[in-house]
């Protein structure tokens, strides 16, 4: 590892006001990939800057791209924690495997990442709601016209100081069943964090938007009857006193929060299906009474409450349109294993 220390730090943000994801922290870490180098290089840290780039670099034109999102918090008694870092990066090599990018050694990025922490400690807000949000992500550099896997690759890892992901505290949000787009279809590359997946969702999205929803729930390509996930959550139902969610079909986005949900939710006596949701079951139970609660989960929020999902024109209302007991249960639970509250009975937490 090759450390290089900015000459001078940032001026620091007010840790009270710090919205999600707009400020970085004064180094990153870069890891060059070069095939005709004998593969990866060795690791280096350096002052946040900006990236040269030759203008035919591969990735900016064929979308060679992943990208990952964890968090590392400061706890109640001072230590710095990471929440499944190994499980993002695992997650990142499949991403990989899947847009023919090389792979890494998990336990590797976790050291790189380890020291990047180290140095960037005092970025790293304590505020319950807030933490230090972790963006690695890979392209391919190799600079060429002509669709084919490039030859080299950068692996980064930046930081964001970031503070509660809702402003207004945990309201719960309005969906609008998309009816026209797609996300992902089965042998597309709804399952790999890959930068054109969203690319390609933000159309339907500014079109809820302006229709005054705060996102689209996507349907199955195929049928467009099942329901799959939210922009950058997976989805979660409470049906009859039973949590149901999306099974993973290869669409959907393997969430580690959606695994820490079921697993948490799993140990306290719930029953979590895996299933097929049909967007009528959805519909029908509402009708019936029975559709208790919804939310989303995912790192940057991650329980979000849903009030209110609009199919075909008409409105499901959720609770009330507020954040149902099991919601609000399972919140405080992650949260606090995270965050060291609770045990970490499940061997999560990775301690900087
Ligand atoms: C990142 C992401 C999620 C959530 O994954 P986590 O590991 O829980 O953060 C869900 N869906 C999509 C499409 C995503 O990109």
């Not at 896997?149 to 964001?160: E, G, K, N």
Request: with cysteine.
């Amino acid at each position: 590892m090759k450390i290089k220390l900015a000459e001078q730090r940032k001026q620091k943000p007010d840790f009270s006001k710090l919205g999600f994801g707009k400020y970085f922290t004064d180094h990153l870490l870069v890891w060059e990939y070069d095939a005709d180098k004998g593969g990866w290089q060795e690791q280096r840290i350096e002052p946040y800057d900006d990236f040269k780039l030759d203008p035919a670099c591969c990735s900016l034109h064929y979308g060679q791209g992943i990208f990952e999102g964890l968090k590392a918090y400061k706890t109640e008694d001072g230590k710095v924690t990471m929440f499944r870092p190994r499980d993002n990066f695992e997650r990142m090599n499949r991403s990989a495997e899947r847009l023919c990018m090389a792979q890494f050694d998990v336990e590797e990025a976790v050291n790189g990442l380890v020291q990047l922490i180290k140095i960037e400690e005092e970025w790293i807000p304590a505020a319950e709601g807030t933490s230090l949000y972790i963006r690695p992500f890979m392209f391919g550099t190799e600079p060429f016209l002509g669709v084919h896997p490039s030859r080299r690759f950068l692996f980064t890892v930046i930081l964001s100081p970031v503070g509660s992901y809702y402003s207004g505290g945990l309201e719960p949000t309005r969906l609008i069943v998309e009816e026209h787009y797609t996300r992902a279809s089965q042998g597309g590359t709804g399952e790999a964090k890959c930068m054109g997946n969203y690319a390609a969702s933000l159309l339907a999205g500014e079109e809820a938007k302006k229709k005054g929803y705060d996102q689209v729930l996507w349907l199955d390509a195929e049928y467009k009857k099942y329901v799959t996930e939210v922009g950058s959550m997976n989805m979660m139902f409470v049906i009859d006193g039973k949590v149901v969610t999306p099974m993973l079909d290869g669409t959907i986005l393997r969430g580690i929060t959606r695994d820490s949900a079921i697993k948490v939710l799993k140990s306290a006596g719930y029953e979590v299906e895996e299933r097929k949701v049909e967007i009528e079951e959805l519909v029908s139970a509402a009708r019936d009474g029975l559709l208790e609660e919804a939310f989303g989960t995912g790192t940057a929020a991650v329980i979000s409450p849903v009030g209110a999902i609009t199919y075909k024109g008409s409105d499901i209302i959720i609770n009330g349109g507020k954040m149902g007991k099991i919601t609000s249960w399972l919140y405080d639970r992650i949260t606090g294993i995270q965050r060291g509250r609770y045990e970490d009975e499940f061997g999560w937490v990775k301690e900087v």
